[in-house]
């Protein structure tokens, strides 16, 4: 069982007992990815001897979670800043890494060396995203799992309402993207361009990929599904949730402190969602075997 506060990072340390207390208490404040990270984990089914690998383990908050329960677990990126603040987090943390700057479309690992691959919504920011496929099947041993999360080609409910708004409402509550946006796919290309995503996927389209590369399909699962996928449209739609995308600003909310109130509340939604009759969502998570 993955304990609520799971995500834990130690930014706020002897900075801000306020701060530093919520992160210890309630752990990574993004409801949807820490949701999906619960779902990877889950169907990774772990084992303390097992040899991970993090495909785009960027700052380091779920390598970090990993890291200090013990497991053996090698963390790869292309962003040097991102390297270092989890180098850095690490060192608070008194944890000694296994990270380093590597393309994963070119990934330099042995054939057969990892027990365990994850990917959590990164494999859509690689522009050849088979060489990732199948430089993972090839470094895998046989058996061995690969659990990645990746986002549909569909829009929320909520989102097709919004943008049907006439365009003076939609300039008071919501962003550029929704106030330009006429149709669904409209919303998509804004939401691509701005989280540089190179691909958004069809489901069937993208497990016939995969195994047509070799892999075995264990489970298919989703993230934000019918409470998480209005909440997660609306972090990305209302301006009171805007997010500052960029290595300028470190990726910010312009409201942290409403952001940091709602996402227990909105966190347990997302739980909620897992015991409804809605199956399907805007991300999808892959399990699958070589």
């Given at each position: 069982?993955?304990?609520?506060?799971?995500?834990?990072?130690?930014?706020?340390?002897?900075?801000?007992?306020?701060?530093d207390s919520y992160?210890?208490?309630?752990?990574?404040?993004?409801?949807?990815?820490?949701?999906?990270?619960?779902?990877?984990?889950?169907y990774l089914e772990?084992?303390?001897?097992?040899?991970?690998?993090?495909?785009?383990?960027?700052?380091?908050?779920?390598?970090?979670?990993?890291?200090?329960?013990?497991?053996?677990?090698?963390?790869?990126?292309?962003?040097?800043?991102?390297?270092?603040?989890?180098?850095?987090?690490?060192?608070?943390?008194?944890?000694?890494?296994?990270?380093?700057?590597?393309?994963?479309?070119?990934?330099?690992?042995?054939?057969?060396?990892?027990?365990?691959?994850?990917?959590?919504?990164?494999?859509?920011?690689?522009?050849?995203?088979?060489?990732?496929?199948?430089?993972?099947?090839?470094?895998?041993?046989?058996?061995?799992?690969?659990?990645?999360?990746?986002?549909?080609?569909?829009?929320?409910?909520?989102?097709?309402?919004?943008?049907?708004?006439?365009?003076?409402?939609?300039?008071?509550?919501?962003?550029?993207?929704?106030?330009?946006?006429?149709?669904?796919?409209?919303?998509?290309?804004?939401?691509?361009?701005?989280?540089?995503?190179?691909?958004?996927?069809?489901?069937?389209?993208?497990?016939?990929?995969?195994?047509?590369?070799?892999?075995?399909?264990?489970?298919?699962?989703?993230?934000?599904?019918?409470?998480?996928?209005?909440?997660?449209?609306?972090?990305?739609?209302?301006?009171?949730?805007?997010?500052?995308?960029?290595?300028?600003?470190?990726?910010?909310?312009?409201?942290?402190?409403?952001?940091?109130?709602?996402?227990?509340?909105?966190?347990?939604?997302?739980?909620?969602?897992?015991?409804?009759?809605?199956?399907?969502?805007?991300i999808i998570v892959?399990?699958?075997?070589?």
């Open positions: 069982m993955i304990p609520f506060n799971y995500g834990y990072v130690p930014d706020f340390r002897k900075k801000s007992f306020i701060k992160m210890r208490l309630f752990g990574y404040p993004y409801p949807p990815r820490k949701n999906e990270i619960r779902k990877i984990i889950q772990l084992k303390k001897k097992d040899k991970i690998l993090d495909i785009g383990c960027g700052d380091g908050v779920w390598y970090l979670e990993l890291l200090k329960q013990g497991f053996d677990i090698t963390g790869i990126d292309v962003s040097d800043k991102d390297l270092e603040k989890l180098k850095h987090r690490a060192k608070i943390m008194g944890l000694s890494t296994k990270v380093k700057n590597e393309d994963a479309q070119k990934m330099s690992f042995e054939n057969n060396y990892f027990d365990k691959i994850l990917s959590a919504c990164t494999i859509e920011h690689i522009p050849d995203d088979d060489a990732v496929f199948k430089k993972a099947y090839q470094i895998l041993k046989n058996k061995g799992r690969f659990v990645i999360s990746i986002p549909l080609n569909v829009n929320s409910l909520y989102t097709k309402i919004i943008i049907r708004l006439p365009r003076f409402i939609k300039r008071i509550f919501f962003v550029k993207g929704v106030v330009n946006s006429v149709t669904g796919k409209d919303f998509i290309d804004f939401h691509s361009r701005k989280y540089s995503h190179f691909h958004n996927y069809n489901e069937k389209e993208i497990i016939a990929r995969l195994k047509r590369i070799g892999f075995k399909i264990r489970k298919v699962d989703y993230n934000c599904k019918f409470f998480g996928s209005t909440i997660y449209s609306m972090y990305h739609s209302l301006k009171i949730f805007e997010r500052n995308k960029s290595s300028e600003t470190d990726y910010k909310f312009k409201n942290e402190f409403l952001f940091a109130l709602v996402s227990p509340i909105f966190y347990l939604f997302f739980l909620l969602d897992d015991l409804l009759f809605l199956k399907k969502g805007q892959i399990s699958m075997e070589k």
